[in-house]
């Protein structure tokens, strides 16, 4: 009866002891898992609403000559049938561009590309379209504070940058004054792709504030759980290792892969690759200090365990009966 007894006390604190195996192993996954949502939250609300990376996105960008090229052309398709609905053309108008005093559409598209290509180049026309994804920064931001992403594509409008080119080519006026509204609102990020984002993008926003909250109440829960203190610190270690060193891997890669999976054409994967490695230098930074604690974690709590383990050996040995 007795040796029942204690067979049944045994059982049950090795039942106790799976749980709490299991439970530590759990929280251990949780806090990793959280611990990459919130790596990607500050990069997300930080970086994205950051004026000065989206200056050097600009930068980094524009001054591809591809981009500029690509800008051209896709401003040359649309002004194009306005130029020629102004037939007859002034002559300074025709001079500029090389044309007839009635082009066709495509010879004043042609026109067009050439010499917007020039104009695109001077640093007064860089900096006005600096500006425009400045506008495009403080519309994003807006809506991350707010927490509500817009699924509609993220668009720079040139509308400014349009009309002072249309007033250099015609004087008169009468080029600008028939450059519709939107004519030069220019897609950055499609609407497929912000709608795919937008859930995340939201989330993030929503769970600003808990998920740090979140992440170190699973530490702690680690901690609580683990048989010996070393050994959380180390299983912490080891997830922040797992963490930042996967989502570095991310970062550095998203530049290159992200413009093939979305299938653009070349010139737009030379500017998209251009603003991915600037908006993802932070993260890249953030994930690299998440590996960098996390293996000093690791090595620390292993040192700590061998230390406790060779004092427990010592102590044992020295209660032994001689």
Do not use: K
Request: hydrophobic share 55%.
């Amino acid at each position: 009866m007795l040796r029942h007894g204690r067979d049944s006390f045994h059982g049950t604190l090795y039942d106790v002891g799976v749980l709490r195996s299991i439970s530590f192993a759990g929280a251990v996954l949780l806090t990793a898992g959280l611990l990459l949502l919130a790596n990607l939250g500050l990069w997300a609300l930080v970086g994205l609403q950051d004026g000065a990376t989206f200056g050097r996105v600009g930068a980094a960008v524009l001054e591809r000559p591809e981009v500029r090229a690509l800008v051209a052309r896709r401003l040359a398709e649309r002004l194009a049938p306005v130029v020629v609905r102004l037939a007859p053309l002034e002559g300074s108008t025709r001079r500029a561009l090389g044309i007839p005093a009635e082009p066709t559409v495509p010879e004043a598209e042609t026109a067009l590309r050439h010499h917007l290509e020039t104009y695109l180049a001077d640093p007064a026309t860089l900096a006005a379209m600096d500006a425009a994804l400045g506008d495009v920064r403080s519309q994003l931001a807006s809506q991350l504070a707010a927490g509500t992403i817009d699924g509609a594509s993220l668009d720079i409008d040139l509308g400014v940058v349009v009309r002072a080119y249309a007033d250099r080519l015609d004087p008169t006026g009468a080029l600008a004054d028939r450059v519709p509204e939107g004519l030069a609102r220019l897609p950055l990020v499609g609407a497929p792709t912000m709608a795919s984002l937008e859930p995340f993008l939201e989330t993030i926003v929503g769970l600003r504030w808990l998920l740090p909250l979140a992440c170190v109440a699973a530490m702690a829960t680690v901690i609580v759980l683990a048989r010996h203190r070393a050994h959380a610190f180390a299983w912490l270690g080891l997830a922040g290792v797992v963490v930042g060193t996967s989502s570095l891997l991310v970062a550095s890669a998203a530049p290159l892969v992200l413009p093939r999976l979305t299938g653009v054409d070349t010139v737009s994967s030379v500017a998209v690759t251009g603003a991915l490695q600037v908006l993802t230098a932070g993260l890249v930074v953030q994930s690299a200090l998440i590996a960098v604690v996390g293996l000093a974690l690791v090595v620390a709590g292993i040192a700590a365990s061998t230390v406790t383990g060779d004092r427990s050996h010592a102590v044992t040995i020295a209660e032994r009966p001689v």
